[in-house]
């Protein structure tokens, strides 16, 4: 079956300082991965997404994620974090018995301190 | 271009009631999909609409159903309500070619269902 993990429920980290946030994946086929955020009480925005190419995608608001095939990984990234980055983010995959079906982790809260 | 809206934003209702749940898509976009975010979730696939037909549907019980109308709106309904189904409910839309081609899905603010 196809699936996204999160690892870490929530990460913390001081403002000005790189963040990662970690997502694995495991999906038949070449996989559609994708980085969603979402602000409370709102819905989900669009961050980046890899389908092919270049393994480091930039995205939105200066994050980029990083697709390692050999460890079935997507991480996103970003060089200085900002308290206004602090939100919960999602990975996502996308389903290719679906092709317009999206499957998420369970998110991982992001909490950046000044 | 008009985003992804929603209504109601929040509503509360008892168990055994039904509720309907309604979406309009983005200008342009004919496929759209409903998702549920229980709390501390991620977002999970109810189902999706193409052409007023459904395309695709998750694991969730007949007592979950939907529509979609000519203009590509579409509503969620769900009979006989339990206290599991509290929850965000997330009305997405995408393009003609689907996120293979434009990679995004479009999402509402969602509509946030209490069951009492």
């Known amino acids: 079956a196809q699936s996204v993990a999160q690892p870490e429920d929530q990460v913390n980290v001081a403002e000005g300082n790189p963040l990662t946030v970690k997502c694995t994946y495991s999906v038949s086929g070449n996989p559609y991965l994708f980085w969603y955020v979402q602000y409370p009480n709102r819905g989900l925005q669009f961050l980046l997404k890899y389908i092919t190419g270049d393994n480091l995608v930039k995205g939105s608001y200066g994050f980029e994620a990083e697709f390692n095939k050999s460890q079935t990984s997507f991480h996103l990234k970003k060089p200085s974090a900002l308290v206004s980055d602090s939100a919960l983010y999602f990975c996502a995959v996308r389903d290719p018995e679906n092709t317009d079906k999206l499957i998420f982790g369970t998110g991982t809260r992001l909490q950046v301190f000044p | 271009e008009t985003g992804v809206t929603q209504s109601p934003t929040h509503l509360i209702k008892t168990r055994g009631q039904q509720v309907t749940l309604r979406c309009s898509s983005q200008?342009?976009?004919?496929?759209v999909s409903w998702y549920q975010q229980a709390l501390g979730q991620g977002p999970q696939f109810i189902f999706q609409?193409?052409?007023?037909?459904?395309?695709g549907r998750g694991n969730f019980p007949p007592r979950f159903s939907g529509l979609q109308f000519p203009n590509y709106s579409s509503e969620l309904n769900v009979n006989a309500l339990e206290l599991d189904d509290s929850a965000l409910y997330l009305c997405?839309?995408?393009?003609?070619?689907?996120?293979?081609?434009?990679?995004?899905?479009?999402f509402g603010e969602g509509s946030r269902l209490t069951v009492l």
């Open positions: 200008s342009g976009h004919n496929t």
């Open positions: 997405a839309s995408s393009g003609p070619y689907g996120i293979s081609n434009t990679g995004e899905l479009f």
């Open positions: 609409y193409y052409r007023e037909e459904e395309n």
